[in-house]
């Protein structure tokens, strides 16, 4: 059973930083797309960012652009960088994984093309 773990999580002031970990068991994750959505109180999940295989490729949600950077290391992890957040940023961010070809990054935004989630890092951050 493949697992996503995420960490780095926590509550920050307004304008503050985060980076978020995400590492999968089992096995290498190189070949895969990976990525990651978010989700507020009483909100859809929202995609943030996606990053093809051998991090090729990068693709962010217009409203985090500038802000958050997403990256890969070459076997397992994905992490988000998270610069000037907001309140509005408050969510639990989910770390997701796909296979697919690595041109296949058309449908980053339909939760639904992701077969493996997470369990979610709360960000909160304050006023």
């Known amino acids: 059973q493949v697992q996503l773990v995420e960490s780095g999580g926590g509550l920050v002031q307004d304008g503050g930083s985060l980076e978020l970990s995400c590492a999968a068991s089992e096995r290498t994750f190189s070949n895969y797309h990976m990525g990651w959505f978010r989700q507020a109180p009483g909100r859809e999940r929202e995609f943030v960012a996606g990053?093809?295989?051998?991090?090729?490729?990068t693709y962010s949600a217009d409203s985090v652009k500038g802000r958050f950077s997403i990256s890969r290391d070459h076997a397992n992890s994905v992490y988000l960088e998270i610069d000037g957040l907001r309140p509005d940023d408050t969510a639990v961010y989910y770390c997701v994984a796909r296979g697919g070809g690595p041109d296949d990054y058309g449908s980053y935004s339909i939760a639904g093309e992701w077969p493996y989630w997470g369990q979610g890092t709360q960000v909160s951050v304050s006023s």
């Open positions: 990053i093809s295989p051998y991090g090729r490729n």
